[in-house]
């Protein structure tokens, strides 16, 4: 059984949309209290207005000729136009509905129109266009996982950084790519700090398709949704490649720089010296029966073999790294740096006191760049002693090594005349030096640091004026 409904029209000042009824030539014969809400007019009456008069003057023609087709065709419509109320545009998209005319003998000459603000909507489309467009554009490698961690979005700068295919990226895990570098923890902190809503910021070292290694800083941003829930994950990359080439550079620089100073000083001491002395013991040894002269010559043996042994060390510690991770014993590492350090004349009068736990398990370091670190603290220590001169009390640098949880804590404290409190703030900046003009680059700190935040770890200093310093180098056991 068919009915017939009558409604009255403010039965549409329900609706959220904006509804209107025009006759052909644009007179507005009613509208809805939306109409008012949406395009914040306070006070007036849009009654018997023209509908175009809402509307920015370029799309005029466009709304006049999709509303004359509705009314000639009898069949409904749809465009999208701007209005222009008050100053401000609203992006709207429209319905043309003919509509019976109120007088019965000029039927459908009226319509009705139902307008949707998409302002929101269209703003959303174009920042995702803007933002589209820059990330296919950046040199930086961009990335968007979904909550699976699979990779829904790869921008060009990643696929060509990476080494691999779009086809090969989407739909997989970023660990395609993993160098095997970080454990299972590092990997597990993230995505606890993701998938807490939280920025994941750190360094990372990636492998490239062809196995070479691509160091980046990588930023992890969760992608919330309106709700507030998690919905995906945008990363993206700073190519550290050319950094970590210059810090390479830059920490062998300072290496030579270091080996230097100290070879120019043993150099003298143990050049030629060294060849006639062991000929010489090599001779008596096999002439005399003495028993004392066998004693005394075994002991000057042992000096030769030591002295030899430190000029292999100097030639080893100054090779270039191969810059790979290898388990390394800590505490032999600052063993040989102090017996470096030993041979400068500076050092002397210097006790050193080694506290080494040797508890602490290998660790995956670079050697010869952990131990530039404890070698340039060590050159610092014995410096800052040299600058107080004579002194009755024995000078003394103590190096400890202990566990700590999950991490290995060394340090290394001198008796030297200490730094300011205004100066601690500085002491890890490129260049900057308390030493006198020519005695120090102002590197050598600012390396050191660079080369433990590289391991995961931390340095700290503290020091008082005229009591010494102390500085402690936190590594983690599996970074």
């Not at 701007?82 to 509509?99: A, E, M, Q, R, S």
């Not at 790979?324 to 800590?330: P, R, S």
């Not at 009591?467 to 590594?475: A, P, S, V």
Request: glycine residues 6%; charged residues 25%; neutral net charge.
């Amino acid at each position: 059984m068919n009915k017939k409904y009558k409604f009255e029209f403010e039965l549409f000042d329900s609706f959220e949309d904006m509804c209107f009824v025009i006759s052909k030539s644009g007179e507005i014969l009613a509208l809805n209290r939306s109409v008012y809400d949406t395009l914040k007019f306070t006070s007036g009456n849009l009654i018997g207005s023209n509908f175009y008069d809402l509307m920015e003057p370029t799309f005029i023609p466009k709304a006049k000729h999709v509303l004359n087709d509705c009314l000639e065709r009898n069949k409904s419509d749809n465009t999208y136009l701007k209005f222009n109320c008050l100053g401000k545009n609203y992006d709207v998209n429209l319905d043309f509905i003919p509509y019976p005319s109120s007088d019965r003998t000029n039927s459908s000459k009226e319509c009705f129109i139902l307008a949707k603000d998409i302002t929101d909507q269209r703003n959303k489309e174009i920042d995702l266009m803007r933002f589209y467009y820059v990330a296919q554009n950046t040199v930086n490698p961009v990335q968007i996982a979904d909550l699976q961690g699979k990779m829904v979005y790869v921008n060009p700068a990643f696929i060509e950084a990476s080494g691999y295919s779009k086809e090969e990226l989407i739909g997989k895990n970023p660990n395609v790519f993993s160098s095997g570098k970080h454990s299972r923890k590092f990997w597990q902190k993230m995505w606890n700090t993701i998938n807490s809503g939280k920025v994941w910021f750190g360094e990372v070292e990636n492998r490239k398709k062809s196995g070479e290694p691509f160091f980046t800083q990588l930023l992890i941003s969760p992608i919330i949704d309106s709700e507030g829930k998690v919905t995906g994950f945008f990363g993206i990359h700073r190519d550290l490649s050319e950094k970590k080439l210059l810090e390479k550079q830059l920490i062998h620089t300072q290496k030579m720089e270091s080996i230097g100073t100290l070879a120019a000083g043993v150099a003298h001491e143990v050049g030629n010296p060294l060849a006639s002395i062991s000929a010489l013991v090599q001779v008596v040894q096999r002439s005399t029966n003495d028993e004392f002269a066998k004693e005394k010559l075994e002991l000057i043996k042992k000096q030769v073999t030591r002295i030899s042994k430190i000029i292999r060390d100097l030639v080893d510690f100054s090779r270039p790294s191969n810059y790979e991770l290898q388990l390394t014993d800590i505490n032999q590492n600052i063993a040989e740096a102090v017996e470096i350090i030993k041979v400068g004349a500076k050092a002397k009068d210097i006790l050193f006191d080694l506290d080494l736990d040797n508890k602490i398990p290998m660790l995956p370091l670079i050697s010869d760049q952990i131990q530039q670190i404890f070698v340039n603290i060590l050159l610092n220590a014995v410096d800052a002693i040299a600058e107080i001169g004579q002194s009755k009390e024995q000078h003394k640098i103590s190096i400890t090594s202990s566990l700590n949880e999950d991490y290995v804590i060394i340090s290394f404290k001198d008796t030297g005349r200490g730094i300011i409190d205004e100066n601690l703030g500085k002491v890890f900046e490129p260049f900057y030096t308390t030493k006198k003009e020519g005695k120090g680059t102002g590197l050598g700190l600012w390396v050191s640091y660079g080369i433990v935040k590289s391991f995961q770890g931390d340095i700290k200093v503290e020091s008082k004026l005229s009591k010494g310093t102390t500085f402690t180098i936190t590594l983690p056991i599996q970074p």
